[in-house]
């Protein structure tokens, strides 16, 4: 028989799981806040390689601040059910393969493939799974994320919310309020701790071959329903056009977006207004950029929330959100994809300076120390139970 004082003098284990850039900035602060717990909590991060650019990778590492990850499955691009199955057939062979990982618990954050893929994996073990970012909804089942976010909460023992509406939609699906934790929005934790260190616009800029405008816009455009269909994106692109010649705009192109782009043929439309095409940026180039926008258009989850958190007024390209905080306490509207309302809205922005908006409860740069003290005693809890 094994000696519960022994038992518990044993650090828990728990294996995080990062996959794509959002969840790199969600994850540091994390592991920052868990590193405080240490001897208590040991932690091992596992990379999926969803996000395969290993420049790019490098870089986000970097500016985070996030140490190198401690398991790579390099798993790369693919369909949305390609790269689930290829996610749980690799992370399960890595828990074959290595016995001692024996973790007490897999934290997921966000709402990626990798998300539910390793929690699939976790939950079919008997491993409980702690979903940080729990019970966002944007109601909209088309959205692969959607499908994502719905499962994942199912699937988890411990679900860790970033906003107030996350826990009634969580109470309507059935789960039980005791597993249930408002601790705040921990992106925006990584959003103050790195501001101070955001490239210059001007200075980002011209790392990429570019003057920087009195005033611009930022742009941001990746969503599969927006860039993969050429007729939405060459409407969404003409509107954005037209607004060009009143606000110059800038453009870090997603490389699904290009791929769009190229195949449409929609390229020389963005030579012809005056759209500052840029590669992919880093998240201090990213900050800057943002930080001095006059306008954010986007139809990125995450661009949302980091709009609202620098006051930044914030066109989302989509019909639905599953961050409503931003629109009834941010600085976000949903512009839907129709190019007049678009442009009218935009135009509004400039003429009146947007909406001010307010910091949503617990966006305050604390949420990862939040998540941690939940977390440690729950992993202890576990440890102790016989």
């Not at 969600?26 to 208590?40: G, N, V, W």
């Not at 970033?162 to 249930?180: M, W, Y």
């Not at 930080?291 to 609202?308: I, K, N, P, Y």
Request: charged share 20%; with cysteine.
């Amino acid at each position: 028989m094994s000696d519960p004082s022994l038992a518990s003098a044993v650090p828990a284990h728990l294996l995080c799981v990062v996959a794509a850039r959002p969840n790199l900035m969600k994850m540091a602060p994390i592991l920052a806040a868990l590193a405080r717990q240490a001897p208590a909590v040991r932690v091992t991060l596992l990379h999926t390689g969803q996000h395969y650019d290993t420049a790019m990778n490098g870089q986000l590492f970097a500016d985070l601040d996030l140490r190198p990850p401690d398991i790579c499955l390099d798993v790369g691009s693919g369909n949305h059910a390609q790269q689930t199955a290829e996610i749980m057939r690799r992370f399960d062979a890595v828990l074959d393969a290595h016995p001692p990982l024996a973790p007490d618990g897999v934290l997921v954050v966000g709402d990626v493939n990798s998300t539910l893929a390793c929690a699939l994996v976790a939950a079919k073990r008997g491993i409980p799974v702690i979903h940080v970012e729990a019970g966002l909804r944007s109601g909209d089942r088309r959205m692969p994320e959607e499908i994502n976010r719905v499962l994942t909460d199912q699937l988890s023992s411990l679900l860790l919310t970033s906003e107030e509406g996350a826990r009634a939609n969580l109470l309507r699906e059935g789960i039980a309020p005791e597993r249930i934790h408002f601790t705040g929005n921990v992106m925006i934790d990584s959003l103050r701790r790195q501001l101070p260190r955001a490239v210059p616009p001007a200075a980002a800029l011209r790392a990429h071959g570019h003057a920087c405008p009195a005033a611009y816009g930022l742009m941001t455009l990746h969503r599969p329903s927006n860039v993969d269909a050429p007729a939405q994106l060459e409407a969404l692109l003409g509107a954005l056009g037209q607004l060009s010649q009143q606000l110059p705009l800038l453009f870090p192109i997603h490389p699904r977006t290009l791929a769009g782009l190229r195949l449409a043929g929609l390229e020389p439309l963005l030579a012809r207004h005056a759209i500052v095409r840029l590669p992919p940026l880093g998240y201090l180039e990213m900050l800057g950029l943002m930080q001095d926008a006059r306008l954010v258009l986007t139809d990125s989850g995450g661009v949302q929330e980091e709009s609202t958190a620098l006051g930044v007024p914030c066109l989302t390209l989509r019909d639905n959100t599953e961050r409503p905080v931003t629109v009834s306490d941010g600085t976000n509207t949903l512009a839907g994809t129709d190019p007049a309302t678009i442009l009218a809205l935009a135009r509004g922005i400039l003429e009146t300076g947007g909406k001010q908006g307010r910091i949503p409860p617990l966006w305050d740069g604390h949420a990862a120390t939040r998540i941690a003290a939940v977390i440690a005693p729950w992993l202890a809890a576990r440890r102790g139970t016989p």
